[in-house]
């Protein structure tokens, strides 16, 4: 299975490792799946935390040390998607995982859960976690 997993559950992951983002991720890691993230995704968490978390830079730059090697982190893809999403920079996210054609998109943003579309699924930490408890 290719999951790709959003900005939003990377931070919690980082930041919280008792919430059910890091729960979820840490499933995800265990489990034989195909783990995707963007380039643009990396750029928005730094944008994030050099924000509203500079403290916890070191934790950052520590998380995505030990992201190297277990995920395959991608280029996004020019142009659009053929959908619609409300947040214009979730658009890049959406586009990234119809181009490399994922099963599912890993998120709390509830942005991608209103995106009509047969793949990817989209599914909550904790959703994720109940399901595969």
Do not use: H, W
């Not at 290719?2 to 900005?7: E, N, R, S």
């Not at 947040?87 to 009509?116: C, H, Q, S, W």
Request: aromatic content about 10%.
């Amino acid at each position: 299975m290719k999951i790709l997993v959003d900005t939003n559950v990377l931070i919690s992951t980082a930041l919280f490792p008792n919430s059910f983002a890091a729960k979820a991720f840490d499933m995800i890691i265990k489990d034989p799946s195909e783990i995707i993230i963007c380039d643009y995704e990396l750029d928005e968490m730094r944008t994030v935390f050099n924000r509203k978390f500079q403290s916890k830079l070191p934790a950052l730059d520590s998380f995505i040390a030990n992201l190297v090697g277990t995920i395959n982190i991608v280029k996004v893809p020019e142009g659009t998607s053929k959908y619609d999403i409300r947040d214009v920079n979730d658009e890049p996210i959406l586009r990234t995982a119809l181009y490399y054609d994922v099963d599912m998109i890993l998120t709390g943003d509830k942005d991608f859960a209103a995106v009509v579309m047969e793949k990817p699924e989209v599914v909550t930490p904790k959703e994720f976690v109940e399901k595969n408890s």
